[in-house]
């Protein structure tokens, strides 16, 4: 039995003044589901992330919270359902790494309840999971691209929220910190929670997610298993790359080896 989705996309639009970035996107994530976004650049993955959160105003369509208009929700019902990763990393205050994973808890206390036995847990546990108990009275403003990064993930996650988008989470981070991040945000997913994450690196994609989605020119141009999205044929039309795609004996997953310019 399929179940229902925790946040979905239904013929979204959207435009900046009179480009139009996102152009009838659906768009299902349910429970159980780590589905990686992948396209060229400028397709649309950041835009769609926000735009699923009600974040940027669509143009047409509409994004649906377990079943519910997004736009009849307030920002507060949304934060304790969905959390978002933004790309940025930048520190612009001298919080330390504990109190900014701490705001993941804001959405789930009262303007004046402080936090209780429940609140602390999720925190340590986020703490924990992203390997930032170590600086965690540091100063953010200290720390390097990548810690900062790690940080704002435990802050995503002490959020607790079902479902996790996540904008080039393994960006700023060093080979080892991207493969444990993936590994979590698949064991999220095998928990449960639903995980959207916008993806670069395809080889990573293809071995760690359970779905892919290509966006290109603002539109799903295909969804499934990595099996059939990434395809050399797919890999051509969107990316404009001529590449090899195979499986590889030790891991079992899809590798892409990208040969030249299509």
């Known amino acids: 039995m399929v ?6 996309a239904r013929g979204l639009s959207f435009a900046y003044d009179a480009a139009e970035v996102l152009r009838e996107v659906s768009l299902a994530l349910r429970p159980g589901e780590f589905v990686g976004l992948i396209g060229p650049n400028g397709s649309g993955k950041s835009t769609l992330l926000r735009a699923l ?3 940027l105003p669509a143009k047409r369509g509409e994004a649906r919270l377990k079943g519910r208009k997004l736009a009849d929700l307030s920002r ?3 934060a304790r359902t969905a959390a978002l990763l933004p ?5 612009g205050f001298a919080f330390s790494a504990l109190e900014v994973v701490a705001m993941g808890r804001n959405p789930h206390l009262g303007r004046f309840r402080p936090e209780g036995a429940h609140d602390r847990e999720a925190i340590q ?5 992203t390997g930032t108990e170590a600086f965690a009275a540091r100063p953010v403003t200290e720390l390097s691209g990548g810690e900062r990064q790690r940080v704002l993930i435990a802050r995503a996650l002490a959020q607790e929220a079902e479902a996790l988008l ?14 444990e991040l993936l590994k979590l945000a698949r064991k999220l997913a095998a928990d449960g929670r639903a995980v959207l994450a916008a993806l670069h690196d ?14 290109s020119e603002g539109r799903i141009a295909a969804d499934g298993p ?13 990316f404009r790359i001529k590449a090899r795609v195979r499986r590889e004996a030790e891991t079992g997953a899809l590798s892409v080896l990208p040969l030249e310019p299509e």
């Open 3 to 8: 179940s229902e989705p925790i946040l979905e």
């Open 53 to 55: 959160l009600g974040l």
């Open 76 to 78: 507060l019902e949304i």
């Open 87 to 91: 790309q940025e990393t930048a520190a």
């Open 125 to 129: 546990w986020a703490l924990k999971a």
């Open 166 to 179: 996540l904008d080039e989470p393994t960006a700023s981070l060093d080979v080892a910190h991207q493969l």
């Open 202 to 215: 395809l080889g990573l994609a293809a071995r760690f997610c359970t779905r892919l989605a290509i966006l």
């Open 226 to 238: 990595p099996e059939a999205v990434l395809t050399e044929a797919n890999l051509a039309a969107h």
